[in-house]
C-alpha cells in the first residue's frame, strides 16, 4: 500500500473541497485532496450555475444575502475568467404577489444588494421574449459561473503549490489514534489499489455525503438532509440576463444563460438518499409551466436535457421533516474538537455555490486553529490560475478561437465548438479513458445533438491516443451514451425528440454499437 | 448585460431549436463546397448563433463569405432558417466593421441606372475598359471581370408610358424592376406584350429598387426604407381590388417582396409590404396558374431550338416548383434540358466583389460546364444577374424564359 503524508487530507471535490484545496496551498500548507468521483461531479456540476446576487435571499435571509453580494464581488475578481457578467432581473409577474416587490426593494436596500428598479418596458426591449405582463422589475448583479473551470483552475493552482489532488478515490476507512483523527485510507477506483493518507487534519468536505462520511469516521450524529432539485437545459439562450421571479423562494423561480444555454430550475424535496437522480414526469411538466410563465413559448422551445442536484441540507434541532427549503441554506462548520471532542477532524457541508469561498476560508480559519497555526487566508484576493487578467468569459470566446483557424482546426464536438486539439490535450492532461470526464473539462457532448454527432469522433481520438483496446473504446462510447440518455428520456418531445431518433439511427442504425464486443469494466472508473 | 435586441432576431433565432445537425445544408451550400474561407450554412447558422449575443461584438468575418443563395433553407428538412440566420449575423458584422464604399455604391441599381443611362455609351465603354476595370478593382474592391450589365440607355418605363395600353382588360400591376428599368427593357416590353395577349390591362406604377441588394450586403437599415418606399408605391394599386395582383420578372426581387423582407429586416408587421407580399407573384409563376385554369392562350407557335433552363435560386426560394421548365415545354419543338446544378455563384452582387470573385466563378463552374455540354445555344433563367453571370461564364447568350414564349406566340 502506498503512503502519502500531508499536513490537510480534503475529502470532496466539490467547489468546497476544491476550494479547501486551494484556501490551505495558498496558506501553504500541504495538501491531499481526494473525491470519490471525477472533481465537481457531484453537487457543485448540477446546479444552474447562477452566482447570486443576493437578491433571492434580501427578504427571507439577510445573512444569507449579505454574504452573497459580498461573495459575488469576490469571484467576479478572483474568478474572473469562469464568470460571465449577465446581470439579473427580479422581475414581478402576474403570478406574484406584487406586495412583495417592496419589501424585496427594502430587503435589497438593507443587506447591501445593489438594486435598482427599472422600467419593465426596457427590460422587454432587452430581453424581447421576456412576459410582456411583468409588471415590476428590479436589475440585480448576477453572474453566472463555470463551475468545472472553477474547481479545476482551484485545483492546479493547489497542485502548482504541491497539493496532489486525486480523483476517483473513495475514502473507505479513517485512521484513527485515540481522540485523533490522523488521515484516512481512499481507495483508487479503476486501479483498486489503496493508499495510506496520513494528515494533520481531515477535512470532510462531502456535502450532501458529509454524513455518511462522518459515520466513517466514528462521528455521530452529523445529519445532512438531501434536498433533490431538477433543472432543464434548454437549447439555447432564451434569455441573456438572468431572470428571477420577484416572490419568495420557490420551484421553478429562476432561468439562468449559461455558455450556450439556459436553465431553468429548480424544485426541491427531500430524498433519503443523496444518490437519487429520479426525475419524475409530473416535476418535468411543472417545470415547464414555470418557464412559461417567465418566457411565453417556452414549451414550444427545445428543451436539451434534464438532470437533479442534491443540495446538502444541514440539519439543525429545529428542522421540519418535510419541506427542505426551510431547513437551513446557511453553512455549517463543525469543528469535531469542540463538538465531538475528536481532533484533526473538521465538517464543512450545507451552504451554496455562490459561498464556496467564504466556506472554504472559515474551514481552513478552523484547521489553523486546531493546528495552532496563524496563517491567514489569500484567498478573497488571489486570482485563480487562468483568472489573472480579470477578464469575464464571454460567450463568443469559442467561435472566435475557431475563426482564427477555420479550415486548421478540426470540430469533434460541433455544437460546443471543441476542436481536436483541445480534446487531444484534454485527454492526455487528464489521463483518462473515461469520456465523461473530458465533457466537464471541454462541454464535449452537451449541446443539441448531445454527443449525437462528437462521440463517435471523440472515441476513435480516445482509441488512436491512449492505445485502447477496440472493445475498452467500445465501452467507452456506450458508458457515454448512456449518461447523455439518462438526461434525455425525461424530455423527449418536441425537437429533442427528433434529435434522439436520429441518433438512435447513427449509434443503433449505422454503427450498431449494441452489438460491438465491449469490456464490461466500469468506465466510471478512470 | 443585454443592450437592444429586435424581436425579429428572436423569431428567426428560435428556428434553430429544429436542427439536428443533419449536416444536409452543408452537403447543398455551393460556397463552401467550394471554399474554406466560408466554413457552411450549418456552422454558421444554428450552431454560430448559440454564441451570439445581441450586445456582444461580432467575433466572425467568414459569415460575410455566405453569398445569401439561401439553397441552405431551401435543403433543410427541419425548416431552420439558416440563410435569414446568417443575413442577420452578416448585418451586424458590416454595421461593426464598417461598410466599404464599394458596397454602399454596387448595391444601389437606382442611383446607378440614373447615372449610367444618359451617358450609356460612355458608361459602357467604362464597364468594358480593361485598365479602367483593373483601377476599379484596386480603388473600389470590385472585379475587374465581374459580370457588370451594360446599360441600355433607355429606361423601360418611358417605353410604358408611351406604350398604348388596350382600354379593357383584368387589370394587372406589373412590378419591373431595376434590371428591367436599366438594362434589359425589351424584357418588360416583353411581359407587358404577353400580358396583353392574355387579355390583361397592364399597369405600370411608378417604382423603384426593391432593396434586395443593400440586404444581401448588410446595409439593413437603407435596405428597410427602400423596400417601404416601394411598398407604399405598389400598395395603392391593389388595395380596392381584391383580384388585382402584382406580377414581375425579376424573380430574386419579387421574392424580396413576398417574403425576404418581412422575414429578415423585420417588416413582419407593416401593413402595405403585407398587401404587396400577398399579392406579388413571379412571372412564370401566373403564367403557369392561367394555363392550370384553362385561362392561358396556347397558341404557339414551333420554336426548333435547344434551350438549357437554369432555376436561379432566389427562384426556388420562392417554394413554387419551376413553373418556367413547364411553360417552356407548351412550345412545339422547343427541346429544353433542365441544368442540374446548384448555383451560377453570382448571388446577385457576390460575384462582382473583388475578394468573392473566384469563389462565384467556382461556384458557378459545374453549371457553366453543364451548359457547354448541353449543346444549347440560349440558356433560359428568370434571374438577370444570374443571367449575366452565367453569360460571362458560357459565353452563351442568356434569356428569361418568357422570351421564348414571346416568341412563340409570334408577338
Known sequence: MTTLSTDVLVI?????????????????????????????????????????????????????????????????????????????????????????????KDGCQATGVDCEEIDPALSLREEPRLNPDISRVFRVPDANIDVWKTVWAMAHGAQDRGARVLPYHAAVAFRRDGDRVTGARVRGARTGEEIDVEARVTVNASGAWAGRVADLAGIEGVRVLPGRGIMIAMNH??????????????????????????????????????????????????????????????????????????????????????????????????????????????????????????????????????????????????????????????????LERKEEHLSGAQLICECEMVTRGKLEDAIRRRATTNLDDIRRLLRLGMGPCQGGFCIYRATGVLHGLDGLSAEQADAALQHFLQERWKGIWPILYGDQLRQARLDDWIFQGVLGVAHTPSSDGDRSAA | ??????????????????????????????????????????????????????????????????????????SCPQGVKIAEINAQARHKLKVQKGIPLRDRIITRPTWLGRAGTPV??????????????????????????????????????????????????????????CGTEYYEPWEGQKVVEILEHNGFRVEVPKQDCCGLPLQSSGLFDDARKVVLRLARALAPHVRDDPDTIIVGNA?????????????????????????????????????????????????????????????????QGHYIGKPALELLALIPELEVSEMNARCCGIAGTYGLKAEKYDIAMAVGADLFSQVRDSGADTVACDSETCRWQITHGTGRSSVHPIDFLHRAYGL
Open chain 2, 120 to 177: 450609356a455609351p460612355l458608361a459602357n465603354f467604362t464597364l468594358g475598359f480593361r485598365p479602367l476595370r483593373v483601377l476599379g478593382e484596386k480603388t473600389l474592391g470590385v472585379h475587374r471581370n465581374g459580370p457588370a450589365p451594360k446599360f441600355a440607355g433607355r429606361r423601360f418605363s418611358r417605353w410604358a408610358r408611351s406604350h398604348a395600353a388596350p382600354a379593357t382588360g383584368r387589370k394587372i400591376v406589373y412590378f419591373h424592376g
Open chain 1, 237 to 398: 439562450r432564451l434569455v441573456n440576463t438572468c431572470v428571477n421571479r420577484c416572490q419568495m423562494p420557490t420551484d421553478g423561480d429562476i432561468l439562468v444563460p449559461i455558455r450556450t444555454v439556459c436553465v431553468i430550475g429548480t424544485t426541491d424535496e427531500h430524498t433519503g438518499d443523496p444518490d437519487d437522480h429520479t426525475v419524475r414526469e409530473s416535476e418535468v411538466d411543472a417545470m415547464l409551466d414555470d418557464g412559461e410563465k417567465l418566457v411565453p413559448g417556452f414549451r414550444q422551445a427545445r428543451a436539451l436535457r434534464v438532470w437533479t442536484g442534491v443540495r446538502p441540507l444541514f440539519e439543525d434541532a429545529k428542522a421540519s421533516d418535510t419541506s427542505t427549503r426551510d431547513v437551513t441554506r446557511a453553512h455549517a462548520l463543525l469543528d469535531h474538537d469542540q463538538r465531538d471532542g475528536v481532533t484533526g477532524f473538521v465538517t464543512i457541508t450545507g451552504g451554496k455555490l455562490t459561498t464556496f469561498r467564504l466556506m472554504a476560508e472559515e474551514t481552513m480559519n478552523a484547521v489553523c486553529r486546531q493546528l495552532g497555526e496563524h496563517r491567514p487566508c489569500t484567498t478573497q484576493t488571489e486570482p485563480l490560475p487562468g483568472s489573472e487578467q480579470r477578464e469575464h468569459y464571454r460567450l463568443g470566446e469559442r
Open chain 1, 12 to 104: 470532496g471535490g466539490g467547489a468546497t473541497g476544491a476550494g479547501v484545496a486551494w484556501d490551505a496551498a495558498l496558506r501553504g500548507f500541504d495538501v491531499v485532496l481526494v473525491d470519490r468521483g471525477d472533481l465537481a461531479e457531484g453537487t457543485s456540476g448540477r446546479f444552474h450555475g447562477l452566482v447570486h446576487s443576493g437578491g433571492r435571499y434580501a427578504v427571507k435571509d439577510p445573512k444569507a444575502a449579505e454574504e452573497c453580494i459580498a461573495e459575488n464581488r469576490i469571484l467576479r475578481r478572483i474568478a474572473a475568467d469562469c464568470i460571465e457578467d449577465i446581470g439579473g432581473f427580479f422581475v414581478t409577474t402576474p403570478w406574484d404577489d406584487p406586495a412583495y416587490a417592496d419589501r424585496f
Open chain 2, 251 to 315: 424573380t430574386s426581387c419579387t421574392l424580396m417582396l413576398k417574403r425576404e423582407a418581412r422575414e429578415i429586416l423585420d417588416l413582419e408587421n407593416d401593413p402595405d409590404l403585407a398587401l404587396v407580399a400577398e399579392r406579388t407573384y413571379d412571372i412564370c409563376e401566373l403564367l403557369l396558374e392561367l394555363h392550370d385554369r384553362g385561362e392561358l392562350k396556347t397558341d404557339f407557335k414551333p420554336v426548333n431550338e435547344r434551350v438549357a433552363y437554369h432555376a436561379p435560386c432566389q427562384q
Open chain 2, 1 to 74: 448585460m443585454s443592450s437592444v435586441t429586435t424581436p425579429i432576431d428572436e423569431l428567426l433565432r428560435g428556428s434553430l431549436d429544429h436542427c439536428v445537425k443533419c449536416t444536409i445544408c452543408e452537403t447543398q451550400c455551393p460556397v463552401s463546397n467550394v471554399t474554406p474561407l466560408f466554413p457552411g450554412p450549418k456552422y454558421a447558422g444554428p450552431q454560430a448563433e448559440r454564441y451570439r449575443v445581441s450586445d456582444e461584438p461580432s467575433v466572425e468575418w467568414s459569415v460575410d463569405y455566405c453569398s445569401g443563395c439561401g439553397i441552405c433553407s431551401m
